[in-house]
């Protein structure tokens, strides 16, 4: 795969299923920038995880409990969040919805 996608049509990426009840498609990137979309069915859940980006995600559609560093928050449509470098993480979906991620740097293991 080259080292960047600047344009990405409606249906041409393809969606990988992560967890249960959780698929995400890669929107954009480049080595310095990703931009991902993840749905999720209802009660899906985003397990607790780190990793050195920084990530940035914004509600698309639907609630979401949020847990950042312990720490946890429901957001609804035209919420965000930000996540510094290896704080743990993780979201539910409190019903069916999608969330926009952004990572900086991109993350090239959902390249392989």
């Known amino acids: ?3 960047h996608i600047l ?3 409606k249906d041409s990426a393809e969606w990988t ?4 009840g959780v698929s995400r498609r890669i929107m954009a990137y480049l080595p310095d ?3 991902v979309e993840v749905q999720f069915e209802k ?3 985003g397990s607790l995880h ?4 920084i ?4 509600v698309a559609e639907g609630r979401f409990e949020v847990t950042i560093d312990g720490v946890s928050q429901v957001l609804e449509q035209g919420g965000s969040f930000i996540v510094p470098s290896n704080l743990v993480h993780g979201v539910k979906a409190l019903e069916k ?3 926009i991620d952004s990572f900086s740097p991109h993350r090239a293991e959902f390249l392989a």
């Not at 299923?17 to 249960?20: A, D, G, H, L, V």
């Not at 780190?50 to 980006?53: E, Y």
């Open 17 to 20: 299923r992560t967890e249960p």
């Open 55 to 58: 990530q940035a995600s914004y």
């Open 43 to 45: 009660d899906a859940v």
């Open 1 to 3: 795969m080259a080292d």
């Open 33 to 35: 920038m990703m931009l």
């Open 50 to 53: 780190s990793h050195p980006h």
């Open 97 to 99: 919805g999608r969330l």
């Open 7 to 9: 344009f990405v049509a």
